[in-house]
């Protein structure tokens, strides 16, 4: 059981470090410019990615909660 408890927590990483480190960086430093025209639907599916990763990490985290 420890093994599927590394698992979800490396799972748990790896979505703290698609939120941090990539997403929100690429919200936060401006590079939503380089998009032109696109920006705003750029800026758009960027949050719902961000979103999205936020939601998986809770789903990880509950599971890992209910892991004997």
């Known amino acids: 059981m420890s093994s599927l408890h590394t698992t979800v927590d490396q ?3 790896y979505e703290e470090q698609f939120i941090e ?7 936060d430093e401006g ?3 380089y998009f032109g025209e696109n920006e ?12 999205e990763s936020k939601e ?3 789903t990880l985290d509950e599971l890992n909660a209910k892991l004997p």
């Open 11 to 13: 799972g748990i990483l």
């Open 21 to 27: 480190l990539y997403l929100q960086v690429m919200l």
């Open 31 to 33: 590079f939503m410019s």
């Open 40 to 51: 705003q639907k750029a800026r758009e599916l960027l949050v719902y990615m961000i979103r």
């Open 56 to 58: 998986h990490k809770a």
